[in-house]
């Protein structure tokens, strides 16, 4: 969660004004958190609610209400303020970039003794898309989103309260390997070309499908998590979901430095602070 909500953040003063570069400011006094982080914290709250499709669509029309200047969507927008509890066939990025709380509580314990892929969480990171976005890229997305998180999560450790858990996966190298090929298989996302294929020729696109697969390759090209935000802002785009959504699965394979999440922390206000409490609180009782 602390992933999306940095490369947000980051990607906020770039948005439209996009550096095809690495080298940059990463934090600017102009900066702030976006739709993406207001988004990320609602499916926070509907998970520790729950999980169900009421928790989801309560959750995002109260934060949305909360912050309704955090630049959403126009149909999204609508949506938020209306009456209306029925999802509208959205394939926009914005369920890919919220969906990373759900890649935290899928059941990498289960995984490691069976081998069987967790579909209790993969029905969750649909469901927690197509409360607005049930058209198949929309849903798609979200879902290919969580399980890199997920297979992070493998490589890492990050699946116990026990500390002598052993990884899963061995390497960065088979964590990115297994990432790539599961996406490809799974989703059918193109990940073959390279960021410097991608970037001279990739313009501002709000679908799934033209922003996940850039986004995966930003983290499976990345050294770790500040150059994944790197690789991610620099493709130019839709810089803030681009990076909300790198830096999300690289949360998960890599070490956040404390100075970075000091500085994005301050650009919180107190609910969504409150928020990220509560949900580390949420993930220790649940590895517990």
Same mark, same amino acid.
């Given at each position: 969660?602390?992933?999306? *909500?940095?490369?947000? *953040? ?8 996009? *550096? ?69 066939? @959205? ?18 314990? @289960? ?27 929309? *849903? ?33 190298? =088979? ?14 996302? =193109? ?42 802002? @620099?493709?130019?785009?839709?810089? =803030? ?46 590895? @517990?």
């Amino acid at each position: 969660m602390m992933g999306a *909500i940095i490369g947000d *953040i980051v990607g906020s003063v770039y948005e439209w004004h996009n *550096i095809k570069k690495k080298r940059f400011s990463l934090f600017r006094k102009t900066c702030f958190f976006t739709d993406d982080t207001v988004m990320t914290a609602a499916v926070a709250e509907a998970l520790m609610n729950g999980g169900s499709e009421d928790d989801f669509i309560d959750a995002m029309k109260k934060y949305g209400k909360l912050y309704p200047d955090a630049g959403y969507g126009i149909r999204f927008d609508s949506w938020i303020h209306s009456d209306s509890r029925e999802p509208y066939q @959205s394939y926009g990025n914005g369920s890919a970039m919220r969906v990373s709380p759900v890649g935290w509580i899928m059941d990498c314990d @289960s995984f490691a003794k069976s081998r069987v892929w967790p579909t209790q969480g993969q029905d969750l990171a649909k469901r927690s898309a197509a409360v607005t976005h049930n058209h198949p890229e929309g *849903i798609k997305g979200a879902m290919a989103v969580a399980d890199a998180i997920f297979i992070c999560r493998l490589y890492r450790g990050k699946y116990s309260a026990d500390s002598s858990s052993e990884p899963i996966l061995s390497t960065l190298e =088979d964590c990115k390997r297994m990432v790539k090929e599961h996406t490809q298989q799974e989703y059918g996302y =193109d990940l073959s070309r390279t960021l410097d294929q991608i970037r001279p020729s990739y313009r501002f696109n709000e679908s799934c499908q033209e922003t996940v697969p850039q986004a995966i390759t930003a983290f499976l090209e990345s050294t770790d998590f500040e150059d994944a935000i790197r690789n991610a802002i @620099s493709l130019g785009g839709d810089s =803030d979901t681009l990076a909300a959504i790198t830096g999300s699965i690289a949360e998960a394979a890599y070490d956040i430095p404390q100075w970075i999440k000091e500085r994005a922390w301050k650009y919180l206000d107190k609910p969504l602070q409150d928020v990220y409490k509560r949900w580390e609180i949420f993930l220790k009782e649940g590895f @517990s």
